[in-house]
């Protein structure tokens, strides 16, 4: 292969092109294991995942990538990837936040998804997905905190299927619009900016309703 996962990330619209020219179908095997690592793991959370979602359902749109296939794997790859994360919490969430992998676990992401929790309960598995980092952790945490597999599981599944669809289906739509067509790269920016404003927002939420319980 001609790129490396460098490129992948600072030039995600080509790059992601480009290896679906060369690998063929194994292009879904790499999204898989992105999707699945980005939501999986804890130390990994810098994956690309709201854009490489967005972009890949772009280059569906222009007939690049298989859009059925594209939904299946990803929603795959994004509900096992949280259930794998959920489990590895429950069993040695404890021990890797006190171990000395403590220090690839970012504390105020922690604590932010601990504030999402307790402003969204359970729901924040599903409201999570649609926030970069927080996603990551959430499904860390409820396996920590013991949430009943059940209703995790639940969560995780309409979580999973509004993110990856919502994301590749608004790439898809927009990468039929013929001047979107030529200009890929605008739709990694477009998505970049929104999980800017996003994680600002979240930021701001959390602060909010943190600030004055300090005070109090």
């Keep these: 292969m001609s790129i490396s996962f460098l490129d992948l990330f600072l030039n995600l619209d080509h790059s992601l092109s480009q290896m679906a020219g060369e690998l063929g179908v194994l292009i879904y095997l790499v999204l898989f294991i992105v999707i699945f690592c980005e939501t999986g793991f804890v130390i990994t959370p810098f994956l690309p995942g709201d854009s490489l979602l967005f972009i890949a359902g772009a280059l569906a749109g222009t007939g690049v990538l298989d859009l059925p296939a594209l939904v299946i794997i990803v929603t795959a790859a994004a509900i096992l990837g949280d259930t794998a ?74 979580g999973g299927v509004l993110w990856t669809c919502g994301l590749i289906g608004g790439g898809y739509i927009l990468g039929n ?38 005070e109090s």
């Design 85 to 158: 994360n959920f489990w590895i919490g429950r069993y040695a969430g404890n021990w890797i936040l006190d171990s000395k992998f403590s220090g690839f676990v970012k504390g105020e992401w922690i604590q932010y998804t601990q504030e999402f929790y307790a402003r969204w309960g359970g729901a924040t598995i599903v409201v999570a997905r649609f926030v970069p980092y927080i996603r990551t952790f959430a499904p860390f945490l409820a396996g920590i905190g013991n949430m009943h597999y059940r209703w995790f599981l639940i969560y995780n599944v309409i």
């Design 177 to 214: 619009i013929p001047v979107v067509q030529d200009n890929v790269g605008i739709l990694m920016w477009f998505v970049l900016l929104l999980c800017l404003f996003a994680v600002g927002m979240v930021i701001k939420m959390l602060l909010q309703g943190i600030m004055p319980k300090r």
